[in-house]
């Protein structure tokens, strides 16, 4: 079973592995599918590992239907997995290489360790919990229904996200369109009682401005001409609705 970042992030998408994968040295940890043979894998992975290594197993959902299950999924997005079973290699500073299980060898593991020192880790392991709070994001919008306060949180976390330092344009446009521009326009929704009040007006133009905030990022990607033509839906209700004003 493989894991796309960009299908996660449509799953209606724990930065780093739980502390329970942690070691004060390296600790690995075998990410599987619920119907895996989990005996197997353990003495698989125990074979090749140092006497007394820490080896934990995490059985991934194979779809999205609860938050736990989100949490689950964004685990392994943070962690780098891509490909199910593999074995995670974690340190103090969380995980730093992701290995398939079929075919795995000792030698593997034993050059594994050089990932550790790799110049561009931080800045690859920040990407990967970008996208991981992405997918949770996602999960809370699209799992059950959130309440005010969550729906509050969601949009302070969108925002958050979006100004991050390495937030790239991808990552920005698609939290602006299909994450911070839907929670505010469901804030809209569920103040407006048949007419406007300041607060639904306020949370109307604070979405239309995150929809053209993520237009205009870049107005030739999908997400970009998605925006685009959203908002021209929008203002063609909008003069629509003038007529019975």
Do not use: W
């Not at 994968?21 to 353990?42: F, G, K, M, V």
């Amino acid at each position: 079973m493989r894991i796309s970042v960009h299908r996660t992030y449509h799953l209606l998408s724990a930065a780093v592995c739980t502390a329970s994968c942690y070691a004060a040295a390296e600790s690995y940890c075998i990410y599987t599918t619920p119907s895996s043979n989990e005996a197997a894998l353990r003495q698989a992975a125990a074979a090749l590992l140092p006497p007394k290594a820490e080896l934990y197993v995490k059985k991934l959902p194979y779809e999205c239907k609860s938050k736990e299950d989100a949490a689950l999924q964004a685990d392994a997005i943070a962690a780098g997995v891509t490909e199910l079973p593999c074995l995670v290699i974690s340190d103090a500073e969380g995980a730093y290489a992701v290995l398939r299980m079929e075919g795995l060898t000792q030698q593997a593991v034993e050059q594994a360790a050089k990932t550790a020192q790799a110049p561009n880790r931080k800045q690859t392991a920040e990407q990967r919990r970008l996208n991981a709070q992405i997918h949770l994001l996602c999960a809370k919008l699209g799992i059950g229904e959130p309440s005010d306060p969550e729906l509050e949180q969601i949009v302070t976390t969108c925002k958050e996200l979006m100004a991050h330092p390495q937030a790239t344009t991808e990552q920005q446009q698609f939290i602006g369109y299909r994450c911070l521009y839907p929670a505010l326009l469901l804030q809209y929704t569920r103040g407006y009682t048949g007419a406007h009040t300041p607060y639904t007006e306020a949370k109307l133009l604070e979405a239309i401005a995150a929809l053209e905030a993520a237009r205009d990022l870049n107005r030739e990607t999908k997400i970009g001409k998605q925006a685009f033509a959203e908002r021209e839906r929008l203002r063609a209700a909008r003069r629509e609705a003038r007529k019975y004003e």
